[in-house]
Nanobody
Framework: QVQLVESGGGLVQPGGSLRLSCAASGSIFSINAMGWYRQAPGKQRELVAAITSGGSTNYADSVKGRFTISRDNAKNTVYLQMNSLKPEDTAVYYC??????????????????WGQGTQVTVSS
């Protein structure tokens, strides 16, 4: 069974930094893409950053120049380095993974998985 385990959230001052981690565990054939979404209370979940197997990245306009997404393929882990944090960055951050998993009989399929979420609060 696949699990995504997130860590690194917390309370920081405006202008501070946090680094989020998400480790995928289980029987995984390959990782096609991983990313981070966030959701504030009463708001829609939105894409923050994503990275593909080829290393291509995509960022929300609101975080460009401040956040950096990266991977450690050997550890099946994705990171989100968040600098110059603003109060409007406050949200629950969710890890997402597009994975190819074995299904038996020598076959595999792609699946979409979500982490449990980690709270990021930016406040004095």
């Amino acid at each position: 069974q696949v699990q995504l385990v997130e860590s690194g959230g917390g309370l920081v001052q405006p202008g501070g930094s946090l680094r989020l981690s998400c480790a995928a565990s289980g029987s995984i054939f390959s990782i096609n893409a991983m990313g981070w979404y966030r959701q504030a209370p009463g708001k829609q979940r939105e894409l923050v950053a994503a990275i593909t197997s080829g290393g291509s990245t995509n960022y929300a306009d609101s975080v460009k120049g401040r956040f950096t997404i990266s991977r450690d393929n050997a550890k099946n882990t994705v990171y989100l380095q968040m600098n110059s944090l603003k109060p409007e960055d406050t949200a629950v951050y969710y890890c997402n993974a597009d994975l190819t998993l074995p299904t038996g009989w020598g076959l595999s399929q792609r699946y979409d998985y979500w982490g449990q979420g980690t709270q990021v609060t930016v406040s004095s």
